[in-house]
């Protein structure tokens, strides 16, 4: 969702880069370009204001790093301030006696209810025993759609007639909790296409009944500068305890983020990331300016590489790269547990330095090479894989038959594979890297 940002403020930070010293007029410049890339990235103006009068302020000749070039320390200072603007990660408030009420509130289609059951999965994963509530009676469909949600996630889903007000059914449902000793219940309420003043008052009603610890608005952030003016009136009439913006996987100019925090004071808690009940992610600040300033969300990385790969295929693949020992049928292991760390041009794009070239081929384009590469390594035997000498050239016609490519396809793959493993003994130099991640951005990744 950043990535106009990105490539502007890589821009401004690759001229700066040649500078032996900067001088205000090299600062100011560059933040004229940085003002610019955050206006055009949908920041609120009086936000990008104060941001680039911080950055100027500590710019100019008043901390200065020996260690630093200046261009670094201008990053150094860009990333920081983005950081605060981002404001420092807050939890959920999951304190005080039970059961703890979260209601989440939002205009028409902003993901209310789709967030409902993502947050009620991530509750059950922290052991938690979660109770869903469909509190939208507006549309009889509202409620399906949250009990098929409920149901696809095995979460109960407290429901009553659609003549019940929703203030009623929200307190029914805090009783029915505390029966049957689920600690958090979760309030899926309608939304509306504006804020109006009947939502209003039905949403203070219910706050009143079921005295909700958290109040979250789910803003859509495709929507831009509107979502700033949404999470104001919202926060006036109702009172919000934090955020939880959604649709962050669209092409979103990001603005929003930066934004609502600085101006209602309201902290982001989540961060939607996509359409399936696991795609939520805490949100932290510090990740997010990383990723703003195209340095690459190695952790994301690292903790999705831990959570899906084999870690002791990755140690074992690892061992053997270093010992220069990789052969094919490790390469095809690796691919395997590539491909489940998600879509590969996804998985370029949180490696720092080849963010650009993960946007830049299509998912469709590298997952159909991928697809390739493997057909063909599931085409030769086992004693080719571990020795490519093997491959003469009626092995090689046999395999392409096999994998429906063709001799020179397998040629350039056993070329690039070559490549790989000298690249790797040169990057390796002794220093023990996990396998998979040495080769997606070890060098760089210490
Ligand atoms: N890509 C993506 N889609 C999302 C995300 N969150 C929600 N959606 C989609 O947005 C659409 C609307 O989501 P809902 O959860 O129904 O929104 P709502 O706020 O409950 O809508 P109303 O009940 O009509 O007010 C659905 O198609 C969801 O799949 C997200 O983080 N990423
Ligand atoms: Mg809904």
Do not use: W
């Not at 009086?46 to 261009?71: D, I, N, W």
């Not at 490696?351 to 599931?378: C, F, H």
């Not at 490519?388 to 096999?402: T, W």
């Amino acid at each position: 969702m950043f990535e106009n940002l990105q490539d502007k403020l890589q821009g401004v930070f690759d001229r700066l880069s040649g500078r032996g010293k900067l001088s205000e007029a090299d600062v100011d410049a560059a933040l004229r370009e940085v003002r610019l890339a955050l206006l055009e990235s949908d920041v609120a103006f009086k936000v990008v204001k104060e941001f680039v009068g911080r950055v100027r302020e500590r710019a100019v000749g008043v901390e200065v790093m020996r260690s630093l070039t200046p261009a670094q320390q201008v990053v150094k200072i860009v990333h920081e301030e983005l950081i605060a603007t981002l404001g420092a990660p807050e939890r959920l408030d999951l304190d005080g006696p039970t059961p703890h009420v979260i209601m989440l509130i939002g205009l028409q289609g902003s993901g209310k209810t789709t967030t409902a059951a993502k947050l009620a999965l991530f509750l059950r994963k922290s052991n938690h025993r979660p109770l869903l509530v469909a509190a939208d009676t507006r549309r009889p469909a509202a409620i399906q759609q949250l009990q098929v949600l409920g149901r696809q996630l095995d979460i109960p889903v407290y429901v009553e007639a659609i003549s019940v007000p929703p203030p009623q059914i929200c307190a029914g449902a805090v009783k029915q909790a505390r029966q049957g000793a689920y600690d958090v219940v979760i309030l899926d309420t309608a939304g509306r296409l504006h804020i109006d003043d009947a939502l209003m008052e039905e949403l203070v009603q219910v706050k009143n009944q079921a005295h909700p610890g958290e109040i979250l608005l789910v803003a859509d952030a495709m929507t831009g500068q509107d979502a700033l003016r949404v999470a104001e009136s919202f926060h006036q009439r109702v009172g919000l305890t934090g955020l939880i913006l959604t649709k962050v996987d669209g092409d979103a100019r990001g603005g929003a983020a930066i934004s609502i925090r600085s101006v209602t004071g309201v902290p982001i808690k989540f961060l939607g990331v996509g359409e399936k009940s696991s795609d939520l992610e805490p949100f932290l600040p510090d990740r997010l300016a990383s990723r703003i300033l195209g340095m690459g969300d190695m952790l994301t990385l690292i903790e999705r590489a831990q959570d899906t790969v084999d870690q002791e295929k990755a140690q074992r693949a690892g061992e053997k790269l270093l010992a220069g020992e990789f052969n094919l049928e490790d390469f095809l292991e690796q691919l395997t547990e590539v491909k489940k760390l998600g879509p590969l041009t996804q998985v370029l794009e949180m490696v720092p330095g080849l963010g650009k070239l993960g946007r830049d081929l299509s998912p469709e384009y590298t997952d159909q090479q991928l697809r390739r590469t493997e057909a063909i390594i599931r085409s030769m035997t086992r004693a080719e894989r571990r020795n490519p000498k093997l491959l003469n050239g009626s092995r090689k016609r046999r395999i392409a038959g096999g994998s429906s490519t063709d001799v020179q396809e397998i040629n350039q793959l056993l070329v690039q594979f070559r490549q790989m493993q000298r690249m790797i003994k040169q990057f390796g130099g002794g220093r023990r890297q996990r396998g998979l991640l040495s080769l997606l951005g070890g060098p760089r990744f210490k």
